[in-house]
């Protein structure tokens, strides 16, 4: 089956960095995307990586390596307002959306 | 720029009543469409997706339905609502399958 591992919750200080993984195992593998959905609001793109290496957008950036199966999402210069669920989903080989459970990033002051 | 349509924003409907949410998305053509549900503090599952007018794939056989009357136009519906159909409902569009998918605002969906 296809399955794509986040931790369900984690805590950081503002101002510090977080690294948020994601492990994956799917049927074929045509780009990772990370998005964020803050409590009772719809996701919003964050990021997209097909290519091994690391991807930065701001304080924001991401990370893939495809031989290992695994990605995260830095975030960088903590506030308040990155409290929310970061989603992880990956396009398999038949150009199918795999989504993970999302994490739950508490920022705390 | 491209922007996505959904309403209503809430809905209280009783068991057993019918159910009709609208998406329509503007500045593309032909784009790639989808329903998802998510329960609360749960992951997105995917219901239905369109890649183009009359044409419905359907991920989790339920009580639902969707239809896509024109290219920018997609409905979800159900002649008899459960309780279990409760959730939060997101409708998406994207251009091509390997492109990220944006997301309206949603339908809180709530069956008293």
């Known amino acids: 089956g296809q399955n794509i591992d986040q931790p369900t919750e984690m805590t950081a200080t503002e101002g510090a960095i977080v690294q948020i993984n994601c492990t994956y195992q799917?049927?074929?593998?045509?780009?990772l995307f990370w998005y964020q959905q803050h409590a009772g609001e719809a996701p919003t793109f964050l990021s997209y990586?097909?290519l091994d290496g690391l991807e930065e957008k701001g304080r924001f950036s991401s990370f893939l390596s495809r031989s290992k199966g695994y990605s995260y999402l830095l975030l960088k210069e903590l506030q308040m307002k990155d409290s929310a669920s970061y989603l992880c989903?990956?396009?398999?080989?038949?150009?199918?959306?795999?989504w993970g459970a999302g994490t739950k990033l508490i920022i705390k002051p | 720029s491209q922007t996505i349509h959904q309403w209503p924003a809430t809905l209280v409907q009783p068991v057993g009543s019918p159910l009709s949410l609208e998406c329509t998305v503007e500045?593309?053509?032909?784009?790639?469409l989808y329903w998802y549900r998510q329960a609360a503090g749960r992951g997105l599952q995917l219901l239905f997706y369109?890649?183009?007018?009359?044409?419905i794939s359907s991920e989790v056989p339920q009580n639902l339905s969707a239809s896509r009357p024109q290219d920018r136009q997609f409905i979800l519906s159900s002649k008899k609502l459960l309780l279990s159909d409760s959730g939060f409902y997101l409708c998406?569009?994207?251009?091509?399958?390997?492109?990220?998918?944006?997301f309206g605002d949603g339908t809180r969906l709530s069956i008293l």
């Open positions: 998406a569009w994207s251009g091509r399958e390997n492109q990220p998918q944006h």
């Open positions: 990586n097909v």
């Open positions: 989903a990956v396009i398999d080989s038949n150009y199918q959306l795999i």
């Open positions: 369109s890649v183009g007018i009359g044409q």
């Open positions: 500045g593309t053509s032909n784009p790639n």
């Open positions: 799917t049927s074929g593998f045509n780009g």
